[in-house]
């Protein structure tokens, strides 16, 4: 607690990591996101909830680029971002973990974390042992838990895959992580070995925004929850000023509760 009070404390004294401020995008007529705005600071956890459909995946696709969007603009550090496609998100520190992964299965941890930017020898042959060396360096920071350097991912855990997926993406420079569902397919061990690799990242100042079904799941990992409901913004609450039920009835029925700042999406009632 009182390290997530040091976390806000240090958060309103930074400028915010992202900003999206009014972002819309259509789907032939489908508002999937209209004048949704929202932000991150450095070190803190910001839960994305709402119901299927929302527009979750929607507005953090157009912050990872991988769509374009209609209307609305993008703030990192303060400044407006170009953010049009996955490379330009990229280089502003901005990575995606999807809930598949993506993890090449047949080979090792050091093989994925370098996976289409491998280390040469000079003789321009893979360097193994640097790039082992190298991994083992990341994963003992995130997971000292760790051990299986020497096994292909697929026959590692779900949690174990997923700090892989995580070591690879803070390895090279993210700043701010979004992670689609992280612990969608993972029991209780794994789900509490994923909290531990998120707080850790939390140290390092790194930015995340969860997006999950699971109301408790989010309520245990983030400083902030912002709720969206048929593409918009219905409030976004501290997680200490708010209850779950309060949180469940802006998920369901759009309504903020006072201890949450509304948004556009909020019902009048
Ligand atoms: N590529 C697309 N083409 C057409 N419609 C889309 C596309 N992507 C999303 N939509 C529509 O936009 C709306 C928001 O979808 P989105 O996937 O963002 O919801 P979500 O909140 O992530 O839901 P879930 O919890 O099911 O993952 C939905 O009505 C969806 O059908
Ligand atoms: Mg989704």
Redesign the pocket.
Known sequence: MANSQNNQAAASAQSALVEMKDIS?S??G????EKASCELYPGEVVG?L????????????ILSGA?TRDSGSIFVDGKEATINNPRQAKAYGIETIYQTLALADNVDAAANLYLGRELLTRWGTLDDAAMEAETRKVMNRLNPNFTRFKDPVKQLSGGQRQSVAIARAIHFNARILIM??PTAALGPAETEQVGQLIHQLKNDGIGIFL?S?DIHDVFDLADRVVV?KN?AVVGSARTEDVSKDEVLGMIILGKCPPGATPGPGASSD
């Open positions: 995008i789907f032939g489908v508002h999937a996101v994305l709402g119901h299927n459909g929302a527009g979750k995946s929607t507005l953090i696709k769509y689609d569902e997006i079904h969206m593409g």
